[in-house]
């Protein structure tokens, strides 16, 4: 997954890549696992045949890759830069990979429950009782800030998927416990700017049962999150199969779209005017979304 530095220079390296690499893996009908779109449209994902995090573009193939056949543990989340060189995800392990094959491993304090990055760096999720995140910096790995609750203990409350999405301005989005409200938060220093509710504030409250939250991803130019919703979660809509809920911050609304897909679909992120979907056989599947 590269990051967003404009259209030209992503349509100059879309076609040289395609005279570069070779496009004997196709992700439309191969892609497994965890992914999420780019801002620039790209996807990166791992090909478990040949150890490779590869990065490609619906229209220009792929674009880079990196080799984690060095790894001790396959790759669970990861975020490229600029010089397809990879932050890799593995347990508690975050470990920077060179395209050379260079490596070094840093230790996380918790399991990463969700990932997000922009040009300026990234953002760790953790899987917590109480909200945890950090935003890292792609040269060395390092904390820039981080949010927790300093009262949070390692034992107790169960762990917690919190959500996160980035826009294009630098602000965060973390989805709440167990219901589809926002925390916007300050992506330069991780400070709270604000709760918003939709709807009026009748935000409704997800039946998570043992599920974990959807995937959240922001929808560039069009001031809205989606978030990828069970439709077992809100019995109350009596629909079935994954819904997106689609929430714009323009208009503080909330509305729920069927996918027409299963609940075992996962959903990865937007593109410009579809919804991005890895099938439970592996491939991708493109749902139209009214722009």
Known sequence: MRFYSGPQAVLTLALSSTMVFAQSWDPIKKATGWARVDKD?????????????????????????????????????????????????????????????????????????????????????????????????????SVVWYVRNRAMKDEGAPATMFRIAINEDKMLYQGSRNDLRLEQIDGSNGRSKAVLMFNGGSTPTLALGFQDRGPMAWWLNKNTVVQAVPASQVPNLKMTGTLLAVENLTTSTL????????????????????????????????VPMKK
């Open 41 to 141: 449209g790209s996807i990166a994902f791992y090909d478990p045949a040949s150890k490779k995090i590869v990065s490609w573009m619906r229209d220009g193939g792929v674009v880079g890759e990196v080799d984690v056949s060095k790894l001790d543990q396959a790759p669970e989340k990861w975020v490229l830069d600029f010089s397809f060189n990879a932050w890799v995800v593995s347990g508690k392990n975050l470990t920077y990979v060179e395209k050379n094959g260079k490596n070094f491993t840093i230790k996380l304090p918790y399991e990463v429950g969700d990932l997000t990055w922009d040009a300026r760096g990234f953002y760790i999720s953790y899987k917590t009782p109480e909200p945890f995140i950090e935003m890292r910096g792609y040269d060395s790995g």
């Open 255 to 286: 509305d729920f779209v069927p996918t027409g897909l299963s609940e075992q679909h996962s959903f990865i992120g937007m593109l410009e005017s579809e919804a991005v979907f890895i099938a439970p056989e592996g491939g991708l599947v493109f």
